[in-house]
């Protein structure tokens, strides 16, 4: 699978990370869980190692393994997959800074004694992740007149090479590009292209789907879901997620 760009992994981690640090002063002040020593010094130097530990392993692992729109449209799964891969990792980083702070053998009473409130403090954490990260974009637009062209046309195969964008439909790890040129597989998620496409008009119109404005042939209803008929004869599907989008942009 294509590794997300570098700048979208940076901006998503200084997010996480910024209000993760907020957490980590505030159960210092408070001296959440009894945890890090007798003194703010020691409280907030262990809570930052904890959560800076966590937040950057979590946000790998978010960014990198489960990067699908599967999960995408399913939070409280994802939510809940990404603790419990976390758990065991964060509780033995936990009892590792607690002999470092406060110097006790490990046992597995240590051991069983942290796991619960690592278990709460790391989904609580994943919890103010999902509410601070950055959603993928649902349009793209027009770029300006002397702009260069949209960094996702470099990814056309040789075989695409000058042609005209219609759509891009997820499928599983791939993508397939609906082009003037005809379609072809690129290994790409759907969420990372649209960044790209950014200069082209168009719209995410499903989860598995964005398509050029200018594709667009006609628009056909049935049972009050809208269907957009492009060029080359592909029918994209408008999920009610972003109808609502779609219409206030003028789509149909």
């Not at 994802?78 to 607690?98: E, F, H, K, Q």
């Not at 695409?160 to 219609?166: F, K, P």
């Not at 597989?185 to 119109?205: V, Y």
């Amino acid at each position: 699978m294509a590794a997300p760009p570098r700048r979208n992994f940076l901006a998503a981690w200084m997010r996480v990370i910024a209000a993760a640090l907020v957490v980590a002063a505030v159960m210092a002040i408070s001296g959440g869980f009894g945890a890090g020593g007798p003194t703010i010094i020691s409280r907030l130097i262990y809570w930052l190692i904890l959560v800076a530990l966590g937040t950057t392993v979590g946000v790998l692992f978010g960014t990198y393994v489960m990067p699908r729109d599967w999960f995408a449209r399913r939070p409280i799964v994802t939510w809940s997959v990404i603790v419990l891969v976390l758990w065991p990792p964060m509780t033995l980083a936990t009892v590792l800074v607690n002999v470092l702070v406060r110097p006790t053998p490990i046992t597995l009473r240590l051991v069983w004694e942290i796991a619960p409130s690592t278990l709460a403090t790391t989904a609580a954490m994943c919890a103010l992740a999902f509410m601070v990260r950055s959603r993928d974009p649902v349009e793209t637009h027009a770029a300006a007149k002397d702009a260069p062209p949209p960094k996702f046309l470099e990814r056309l195969p040789a075989k695409l090479a000058g042609a005209t964008l219609w759509a891009v439909e997820a499928e599983d790890h791939y993508l397939r590009l609906h082009t003037s040129l005809g379609q072809d597989l690129i290994l790409m998620r759907l969420g990372d292209a649209i960044g790209e496409l950014e200069g082209i008009e168009g719209a995410r119109t499903h989860r598995s789907w964005w398509v050029a404005k200018a594709a667009v042939q006609r628009v056909e209803r049935d049972d009050g879901r809208a269907t957009l008929v492009l060029v080359d004869g592909a029918e994209a599907p408008v999920s009610r997620a972003y109808a609502k989008i779609l219409r206030a942009a003028g789509w149909f």
